[in-house]
């Protein structure tokens, strides 16, 4: 199994999402992540994906992607030049007894206690997805009573911009 990330620009439409994520469908790839936001620029957003392919090629995806009127530019991040983030809220148990436990795994991965109840904490952990995955399996032996975790984030390195080069 072979993961791509695909970083889309694409208007604000109705429906845009829903026609995005049935393509993948109808070509048998599962999403394994999405997410989508705001971008810079008015009226344009950003949907990152992150798919899983094994037998099937991704260019034909692609190209089915690109002939959506919506779709403004399209644009595969390979790993190793671009930045790619997780983010986690993680609900753990917390009493007197193993607080100080916890927080020491919460110091040692550079996560956030974000709130606090006399027996259980909400910490924040963002990183790539090594480092929130061992965090999660550090903190489960404490007891995790909630997990909510974004879609990946990336963003290509260096200077240009999937915007830039698309308004060109």
Do not use: C, W
């Not at 002939?67 to 390979?78: F, G, P, Q």
């Not at 753990?92 to 606090?116: C, P, Q």
């Amino acid at each position: 199994m072979t993961k791509h990330v695909l970083s889309l620009l694409v208007e604000d439409t109705p429906g845009l999402l829903t026609r995005v994520a049935g393509l993948f469908a109808r070509r048998g790839f599962n999403i394994h992540s999405l997410a989508v936001g705001v971008t810079e620029i008015p009226g344009l957003s950003r949907i990152t994906v992150v798919v899983d392919v094994e037998s099937q090629p991704l260019e034909q995806v692609t190209k089915q992607l690109n002939k959506l009127i919506n779709v403004v530019k399209i644009v595969e991040l390979d790993p190793a030049v671009s930045v790619q983030r997780q983010h986690m809220l993680v609900k753990v148990r917390a009493d007197n007894s193993t607080r100080g436990n916890v927080l020491e795994v919460v110091n040692l991965f550079r996560a956030s206690v974000v709130d606090y109840h006399p027996d259980a904490l909400v910490i924040e952990i963002t990183g790539d997805q090594g480092k929130v995955e061992a965090f999660q399996k550090a903190i489960t032996p404490f007891g995790i009573k909630e997990i909510s975790q974004s879609g990946l984030l990336a963003l290509g390195r260096g200077p240009k911009s999937i915007s830039e080069r698309a308004l060109r």
